[in-house]
């Protein structure tokens, strides 16, 4: 079954710094998607950023880049200029690419503390 | 994506009785899934909701507690029975964007009960 860790429970970051969230999966998948979601205290699961495992190339919005790093099944969230806005739970999920009846699997999240 | 409208927004319940979410959304989707979100803790899938067919649960949980209403390709509806204090949770229902291929949340529903 694949699992998905976020091993960082809770992490700050001074305002206009840089901070990054890891996340580790395991899964015998070749072809796959991972997710960043972000859940503000509105509660809204909002999509920050997705990766293909097919494409080499990193993923990147904006601010929010990933370094994707498929041997070491990696996927690391870089938030570049953090804003007060960026304050939220981040929870990090994989879906095989086949989507079918596959459920996508989550991380347990990190809270992501902005600090003025 | 798709926009996905749910209610009640939140809602406060007394113990034993049951509350029904529903989720409307503005396309035809195929598959309609149901989260719960326990204080401080990730979603967890309560179960896949496909239209014209039965539900189905994953590990945990189960129709009588938990039953779904799927009538047609945009509108669902999860109903939480019995509630006891532990069902106080956030409720979200989601759905699959396919063309954009990621998985698209409604608002969530906040149930506390007392």
């Known amino acids: 079954a694949q699992t998905v860790t976020q091993s960082q429970p809770e992490m700050s970051v001074q305002e206009a710094e840089t901070v990054t969230l890891s996340c580790t999966y395991d899964?015998?998948?070749?072809?796959?998607?991972l997710f960043w979601y972000k859940q503000p205290p509105s509660r809204q699961m909002i999509l920050v950023i997705r990766?293909?495992?097919?494409?080499?190339q990193n993923a990147t919005e904006n601010r929010f880049s990933v370094n994707f790093q498929k041997a070491a099944k990696s996927f690391s969230l870089k938030i570049s200029d953090s804003q007060l806005g960026d304050a939220a739970m981040y929870f990090c999920?994989?879906?095989?690419?086949?989507?079918?009846?596959?459920?996508?699997?989550f991380g347990t999240g990190t809270r992501l503390t902005i600090i003025p | 994506s798709a926009v996905i409208s749910q209610k009640p927004s939140r809602d406060i319940c007394q113990r034993g009785t049951s509350l029904t979410i529903q989720c409307q959304v503005d396309?035809?989707?195929?598959?309609m899934f149901w989260y719960r979100q326990q204080p401080g803790q990730s979603l967890t899938l309560i179960a896949t909701?496909?239209?014209?067919?039965?539900?189905?649960?994953e590990s945990g949980f189960v129709i009588d507690k938990f039953p779904i209403s799927r009538p047609n390709l945009t509108f669902s509806t999860l109903t939480v029975s019995n509630m006891s204090p532990e069902d106080s949770s956030i409720y979200l229902c989601?759905?699959?964007?396919?063309?954009?291929?990621?998985?698209?949340f409604g608002a969530g529903s906040r149930l506390t009960v007392l």
């Open positions: 999920a994989y879906i095989r690419s086949d989507f079918g009846n596959e459920k996508l699997t």
């Open positions: 899964t015998s998948e070749s072809d796959y998607y």
């Open positions: 396309s035809q989707v195929t598959m």
């Open positions: 909701a496909n239209q014209g067919s039965e539900a189905t649960y």
């Open positions: 989601s759905v699959f964007s396919a063309g954009a291929n990621v998985l698209t």
């Open positions: 990766q293909e495992a097919y494409k080499q």
